[in-house]
């Protein structure tokens, strides 16, 4: 399932003060949407996500094309990788919820929501106790 949907409202959380500092928002392939990059630049910021020329792409689409292509582009974009997917892959990894254990996208975000919170708690507790590597010490405070 795709989280395109949410986008809008996500953007919508934002405040003023946190939309003056973003330039570029970050997503995968599956943002590739034109209402999307629309409703970005409307917020003052340009939405950065692989895209793919056809062989009738347009003029404005090509524009979005040989952004993500050039160096900058590939800068801004390489830092997904090392930011959103490890956290990622990190939280299923801790509360082994790959695949989750339910069906429905109200169980699902139930489940993905709740480890979230517990791994922000424990996060805080580990930085609280001044633990050497959190993320070790997170692992092992769940029996992992």
Request: aromatic share 12%.
């Amino acid at each position: 399932m795709s989280d395109k949907p949410a986008y809008p409202d996500v953007i919508s959380y934002l405040s003023p003060e946190i939309l003056k500092k973003i330039h570029f928002m970050v997503a995968d392939p599956g943002y590739d949407d034109q209402e999307l990059y629309d409703l970005s630049m409307t917020k003052g910021f340009q939405l950065v996500c692989p895209v793919r020329k056809y062989k009738n792409t347009s003029e404005e689409r090509l524009k979005l094309v040989d952004f993500y292509e050039s160096a900058l582009g590939q800068v801004i974009y390489s830092r997904r990788s090392t930011s959103i997917e490890p956290l990622i892959e990190h939280i299923k990894s801790v509360f082994r919820i790959d695949p989750v254990p339910a069906r429905g996208y109200d169980k699902v975000c139930s489940i993905v929501l709740l480890s979230v919170l517990l791994y922000q708690i424990l996060v805080y507790y580990s930085c609280k106790m001044q633990q050497d590597n959190p993320r070790r010490a997170i692992k092992y405070m769940m029996g992992c």
